[in-house]
């Protein structure tokens, strides 16, 4: 087994995805969270200047979808045959793209820019994903969006959504979406999920 | 014995999916995996749409995203051009050999995505021209070099940087970055040593050059739209 050392603000950010990974696969690996002070010292020393960073035995790996596929092709959470990892790479890219949206908006300063970037975004783009992933749950009729078993998609699906609900319980509509929002408690449910999000730091993002 | 081999080979022979990929008749985001296709001589339905012909495939709902590119794979359809790229490069074996390398290959991939995504949305929804010119010398100037010294000092690590970007064979990295320069030079009708400089990335200038080198590759770019 690899030494894994993963970096990142004291957040969920980016880096929850990851995190979900290891805690589903029940792998070890260095949960490292550093503070804003320690990150324009360390920034040079990234491969592209960006957290999370993977260090896998002395290798550093930057990029989190990038990070996350690799986790999740090493411990069986990638999908089966190539079609099956191309879905789930479909649709993490997807939902990932999704929480870009919501942080462009989140961090926007112009305050009458942000209140139309986040109605759009909540108005607009999330029923529109919402009803796109519903589908593709459908066509995969597993109860899960790729093959017969859980992968890292089901896991970024959950990150994301868990995310915005905590703050907004009427972004996900168990009549709207019934297999998306049954999607998201059945990863709650998975016991190695449900002990990581027991333990895991609380933070505000 | 004749006809138990000839069953037997006809049987085992592997068949090749159909392979239908489906975009606007221009290069921008599925000419990596044209170029991927060509290049491994994989058969494949190079489909152009006219707008109206994508407004009419948009209602059917069959880009499982509402995007193009989408490629078919016997039925199956995928969406995300990072997601297709991928897959071509599995079934093309122009993939990495190790876990790991194909992870710096994901890395660059992204990497490469990175560069581009935010200036392409801002500049299609400009519409002052002037402010556009100014994303464009803003995007040259500024966004562009720091990306090109990070993938530069990342391809010296991987023997110098004098082979190929990741491993010691050819894989979909080494095409991603000499699309990624060729097309922007393309789309903004600027040199492509204002993108990737010689003096600033001469190990990235000298693996575009051996690219675009590759027989099948260099037939393909001679004839393409």
Known sequence: ?????????????????????????????????????????????????????????????SESKAIASYVASENGLQGNTNLEKARAQMIVGVI??????????????DEAKKATLTKKAFEETLPTVSGQLEAQLKQNATGWFVGEKVTYADLAVFDVFSEVTAKNPAALSAEKTPLLAALVEKVKALPNVAEWLSKRPQTGM | LARVLHTHFYSRR????????TYFDVRGRAELARILFHYTNTPFEDIRLKREEWQQLKATGKAPFGLLPILEVDGTVISTSVAIVTYIAEVTGLTSDTPLERARGNMMMDGLHDVVDAFISKYFI?????????????????VVPPWVEKFEALFKQNGG????FVGSKVTCVDFAIFNLFDSLSSFLQKDINLLLPKDKAPKLV????????????AAYLEKRP
């Open chain 2, 161 to 164: 940087g004098d082979g190929w």
């Open chain 1, 1 to 61: 087994m690899p030494s894994y050392k993963l970096t990142y603000f004291n957040g969920r950010g980016r880096a929850e995805i990851i995190r979900l990974i290891f805690a589903q696969a029940k792998v070890a690996y260095e949960d490292k969270r550093i503070e804003f002070a320690e990150w324009p010292a360390l920034k040079p020393s990234t491969p592209f200047g960006c957290l999370p960073i993977l260090e896998v035995d002395g290798t550093v790996l």
């Open chain 2, 14 to 21: 592997a068949r090749m999916p159909s392979y239908k990929l």
């Open chain 2, 126 to 142: 400009e519409k002052d021209e002037e402010k556009k010119a100014e994303l464009v010398t803003n995007f040259i100037d500024k």
């Open chain 2, 206 to 217: 000298a693996l575009v050059e051996r690219v675009k080198a590759l027989p099948t590759l």
């Open chain 1, 96 to 109: 990932r793209g999704f929480q870009d949206t919501l942080y462009t908006a989140l961090f926007e300063k």
